[in-house]
């Protein structure tokens, strides 16, 4: 049995229908049971569960054979979410014997001292999130180290796709349908790596089954490096629209900011949209030749698709 937490969100619900397309069992554990029934296959079976709270979640591990932690909060609670979460999740991986696969970001990395950041780049995190990042990483691959239960760590860049309704890539996706102008975060022309959710979940599925990918990480890079204003272009033409394209930057989000948590999260990560961000996926490429990434054109298109079913 798969257990996927966090299984309403983007890449939750995105591993959820790659287990089930390919028949295979699969538990989505989430919070919201009125949420997960729109997003999620009616094939899955559904249990709902807080895991911040341990005796919540008990249930979810019966007959468990590998886990996803999937499970994210606003940015302004990452911090005190988050460890619980991990730390009841890894126990109940423990004591089941389940595998563990624990998507990651770019955030530990901090500023990118080359390009394209293979998987070996210092772990140089100055921002508060990317700090956090790295520590609860760390106290996972410690687990693995000991013994204790098997980690892998696909690492990704940022994610766009169906049911990805953050506060980058929602705005580009509403404004390409509607004409009005879409705003990219930084600088419009520099390259910046982007993988569509379902390739994203694809990959979780098959390293958490391929017993010699644990212990490892694993940049799982997209389609390849592409600027914003390219992105943004290509959500207009694909919604039918001339695109509108503007800019957000540092100064509005600070101002913005001063109002809006959100905007205040944000600001310390502004140095991956000012600076190129991409990853060499040549380790993950290599060990799944037959692996293939959607085109950011289709990738597109379906968000594309999925936006309009869901604002029409």
Known sequence: ???????????????VQNLAKQNKPVRAVVRDVGRSRKVLPSSAEIVVADASKPDSIKTAFNNVSVIYH?????????????PLVTDNILAGAIETHANFVFPGNVYVYGRFQGIPATEDHPLAATAKKGKLRITLER????????????VVIPRFPDYYGPNV??????????AALSGKKASWIGN?????DLVFVEDAAAACVML?????????????????PITGREFIDMAFKAAGNKPNIGLLGGRSLRVAGLMNSDAREMIELMYEFEEPLVLDGSKFSAEFPLFKYTSH???????IHWFRQVIY
Do not use: Q
């Not at 609670?77 to 988050?82: A, L, Q």
């Not at 953050?166 to 996706?173: A, G, H, T, W």
């Not at 054109?297 to 968000?303: L, P, Q, S, V």
């Open 1 to 15: 049995m798969h257990v996927v937490f966090g299984a309403a969100g983007a890449l939750g619900a995105a591993i």
């Open 70 to 82: 999937c499970v994210n909060v606003p940015y302004d609670e990452w911090t005190e979410v988050m």
């Open 139 to 150: 106290k996972l691959m410690d687990a693995h180290s000991n013994g204790k239960v098997k």
């Open 165 to 174: 309704t953050n506060k980058l890539m929602k705005p580009i996706f509403m």
């Open 188 to 192: 419009l022309d520099v390259r910046h």
């Open 208 to 224: 958490g089954e391929t017993a010699s990918a644990y212990g490892e990480l694993w940049h799982v890079s997209g389609a390849g």
């Open 297 to 303: 054109e289709e990738g597109i298109r379906k968000t």
